[in-house]
T-cell receptor, first 108, second 116 residues
Framework: KNEVEQSPQNLTAQEGEFITINCSYS?????LHWLQQHPGGGIVSLFM???GKKKHGRLIATINIQEKHSSLHITASHPRDSAVYIC??????????FGEGTQLTVNP | NAGVMQNPRHLVRRRGQEARLRCSPM?????VYWYRQLPEEGLKFMVY????????ESGMPKERFSAEFPKEGPSILRIQQVVRGDSAAYFC??????????????FGSGTRLTVV
């Protein structure tokens, strides 16, 4: 079983919709990262969370440590948000363990 | 302040050749991580280095792969005698002190290796 599981694997939305991507992780992960990867492009770090909630523009990330669960929300989605969103757990020693990614497509 | 620089962006090698991938971390960052993304798969940790030290190489294949981060110059991921299965995107990330929880990681744009 992977240490980090995210869902859904694929998500299609209409422009303007509210989007949620979920991530569950196992024991031993001290912080949760959300990353964005565009086709053919590099990886951008969106958030790091060890507790609570963080917001940046239209992106919101939350984490529930007791339930070992994190969510990434996108408000007022736009076609330029189309990308793969990856959650990654940070273990001791600073290595990241990645989920399989969620392919998000936002249609105009 | 340039971000993490990886080069080359694209690398084509014939089976049996050597591939050398370079990663220059952000200025002031002395911790480097290499990750591999095989086609249609997620990212996997390979190796974590500090200047002149390998901290964790538990994700590196036992043979043909090596990594270094010298006192001067970029970190190098070296793959000897490449095979088709080595075709992947290789990403490098850096941090100032290894404490990703506080300071985050900055990723490079990756090197896409194709073995023909």
């Amino acid at each position: 079983k992977n240490e980090v599981e995210q869902s859904p694997q694929n998500l299609t939305a209409q422009e303007g919709e509210f989007i949620t991507i979920n991530c569950s992780y196992s024991v031993g992960i001290s912080a949760l990262h959300w990353l964005q990867q565009h086709p053919g492009g590099g990886i951008v770090s969106l958030f790091m969370l060890s507790s609570g909630k963080k917001k940046h523009g239209r992106l919101i990330a939350t984490i529930n440590i007791q339930e070992k669960h994190s969510s990434l929300h996108i408000t007022a989605s736009h076609p330029r948000d189309s990308a793969v969103y990856i959650c990654a757990g940070e273990t001791s020693g600073s290595r990241l363990t990645f989920g399989e990614g969620t392919q998000l497509t936002v249609n105009p | 302040n340039a971000g993490v620089m990886q080069n080359p962006r694209h690398l084509v090698r014939r089976r049996g050749q050597e591939a050398r991938l370079r990663c220059s971390p952000m200025k002031g960052h002395s911790h480097v991580y290499w990750y591999r993304q095989l086609p249609e798969e997620g990212l996997k940790f390979m190796v974590y280095l500090q200047k002149e030290n390998i901290i964790d190489e538990s994700g590196m294949p036992k043979e043909r792969f090596s990594a270094e981060f010298p006192k001067e110059g970029p970190s190098i991921l070296r793959i000897q005698q490449v095979v088709r299965g080595d075709s992947a995107a290789y990403f490098c990330a850096s941090s100032p002190n290894g404490q990703g929880t506080n300071y985050g990681y900055t990723f490079g744009s990756g090197t896409r290796l194709t073995v023909v």
